[in-house]
């Protein structure tokens, strides 16, 4: 790799994910640039979601995927010569054309959506099938398969949380890039690459320092969203069986 052809990767996640903290995990390497949701912007600029600091969101970030796309496949920010892009799968919009995805290296992150549902509904009461996310993670797992007739690379966040060092390593290994310790701490607070609702969202990854341990939860999904998550945990047992081990 060099700073004219970086390896450019694509992390595809639904929300309520431990994507913050493997942007933290990746940003820590001093290989590599990282950059916070760039389709955000044009998602609340399209469908009119009334997210918290959904105008500022806007008027700060690139709300044009066609431009927001241009900088994602240019060489990286910097120099560097990995560029790591946390990307959430409900913001690739119908609309923006899926051409882009061969010019990155995409990767999935997945959680069970038990767990996804249950923290989602903490703050949004009754989410949409499309909210979570499961679906739109899927049908871009299908293209990019299709397109390069090869398997991604799939982690799982809590086989991650259990065991950092060996998933990471699995997943640099599946980049071909040499995986370093630096991706396994990181110092606490806030990073000029984070998003700007990091002031809103990212309190808990604010003031971390590593992947916090796996520990399972007792909630259960109410019944009004069991159509909700008999969908998308369709779709994750999908992806599930193509995770690295």
């Known amino acids: 790799m060099t700073s004219s052809s970086p390896l ?113 509904i903490v703050k949004n009461n009754d989410p949409t099938v499309e909210d979570v996310g499961f679906v739109q993670q899927s049908e871009i797992f299908d293209f990019v398969c299709r397109h390069t007739q090869a398997t991604p690379a799939v982690l799982d966040a809590r086989e991650i949380q259990e065991n950092p060092r060996r998933m990471l390593g699995l997943m640099c290994d599946a980049l071909g890039v040499e995986f370093t310790d630096k991706m396994l701490s990181w110092p606490p607070g806030l990073r000029a690459t984070d998003g700007i609702w990091a002031k809103h969202w990212y309190k808990e990854v604010e003031s971390s320092t590593s992947f916090r341990p796996y520990k399972a939860k007792p909630e259960v999904v109410p019944d009004r969203l069991q159509n909700v998550y008999a969908k998308s945990l369709e779709c994750y047992e999908r992806l599930y069986e193509c995770r690295l081990r």
């Open 8 to 120: 450019r990767i694509a992390v595809w996640s639904g929300p309520r994910n431990i994507s913050t903290a493997m942007m933290r995990a990746w940003g820590n390497r001093p290989d590599t640039f990282v950059c916070d949701e760039p389709l955000y912007s044009h998602y609340l600029k399209v469908t009119g979601m009334p997210h918290p600091v959904a105008a500022e969101i806007i008027a700060h970030h690139e709300s044009d995927w066609k431009k927001a796309v241009a900088w994602l496949t240019e060489d990286a920010p910097e120099g560097k010569p990995i560029f790591y892009q946390k990307h959430m799968t409900h913001h690739l919009l119908p609309e923006i054309d899926r051409g882009w995805l061969a010019r990155v290296t995409n990767c999935f992150l997945i959680r069970h959506p038990r767990e996804v549902i249950t923290s989602y």
